[in-house]
């Protein structure tokens, strides 16, 4: 399974991810510039990602956690997402999602 992955400098990266993993870890643990102060607890916003606009229906829906978090991150858009509460599966294989400035270490 592949994610793409814009960095916040504008290139973009094909990562390798695997069944059952947050996009949130996958883009940590390949090396790229995401901050995720608080390890996917769903408290920090500083792993926040654009989706593509494609992608978003299929992905689950935010938790009112989520959404009342996001709230706080800087320069949230309608297809903003907190990528650690993305579960990767088969289903979304080839996803594409941006890292916001703000997800920068
Ligand atoms: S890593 Fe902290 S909210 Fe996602």
Known sequence: MKILVTDQDGAEHELEGLDGWRVMEVI????????????????CATCHVYVDEAWLW???PKTDDEDDLLYTAPDVKPNSRLSCQILLSDELDGLKVTLAQSARQ
């Open 58 to 60: 299929k992905l689950t």
């Open 28 to 43: 940590r643990d390949w090396g790229l510039n995401i901050k995720a102060e608080c390890g996917g607890a769903c408290a």
